[in-house]
């Protein structure tokens, strides 16, 4: 097992340029952009961050869909972001030789190398969270955020983001038919979002 944790607060920019990039995809530019001038980040429509964001940008933006489109859609929409940035990961932050070894490898022995690189980088996505995860016995990866344990509705739109991300990754480097099952959620009162990789 092993822990990640960092107290800076900031995380990736991805987690909102993908953000807006999968409204823009469902909602098309028209309606995605009278979604976030309704919502009060009409500023979204002309940049985006360029740095690290402190992760309350990330959670506002997600409060925000939950507010214009409902929890469910919400959901959707981050969960297409969080693949998004995986994608964005795999383009231009993994190795190509490593994307191509991980392949190649049995799934278990991929999954062993795979989980402390993630690790490794939690602090890009984790913020004032923690990661956690283990690659043996009954593999899994959590990741919990005091910010979001008295917002069911945001930690459940959060959620999805992660679960996006670590899915697409898991399915493109290790083996395409893993699932993630989420044993506990923060938006139902867990101190973590657990993710059994089955």
């Known amino acids: 097992m092993a822990v ?3 107290h800076s607060g900031k995380i990736g920019p991805n987690s909102i340029i993908q953000t807006i990039a999968a409204l823009r995809e469902a909602y098309g530019p028209g309606e995605s952009g009278a979604i976030l001038v309704r919502g009060g980040s009409a500023d ?3 940049r985006m961050p360029t740095a690290m964001v402190d992760e309350r940008e990330f959670h506002t933006l997600a409060q925000l869909l939950v507010d214009q489109i409902g929890g469910e859609h919400a959901g959707h929409i981050l969960k297409r972001a969080g693949q998004l940035t995986a994608e964005y ?5 993994i190795p190509r ?3 191509l070894l991980l392949r190649a490898l049995p799934p278990w022995l991929g999954l062993r190398l795979l989980l402390p690189a993630i ?4 602090w890009t996505f984790a913020g004032s969270g923690a990661f956690e995860y283990t690659s043996s016995g009954r593999p899994y990866v959590s990741i919990a955020n005091r910010r979001l344990s008295d917002a069911p509705e945001l930690a459940a739109a959060v959620c999805s983001y992660y679960k996006g991300t670590f899915e697409h990754l898991l399915r493109t480097l290790v083996d395409r038919r893993v ?3 989420e044993n506990s959620c923060q938006a139902q009162g867990g101190h973590a979002c657990v993710y059994q990789i089955v």
Do not use: E
């Not at 990961?89 to 932050?93: A, G, H, W």
């Open 44 to 46: 979204l429509l002309d």
């Open 4 to 6: 990640a944790i960092t």
């Open 119 to 122: 690790n490794k980088n939690a």
């Open 89 to 93: 990961l795999l383009q231009n932050r």
């Open 179 to 181: 699932a993630l099952w």
């Open 97 to 99: 030789p490593i994307q």
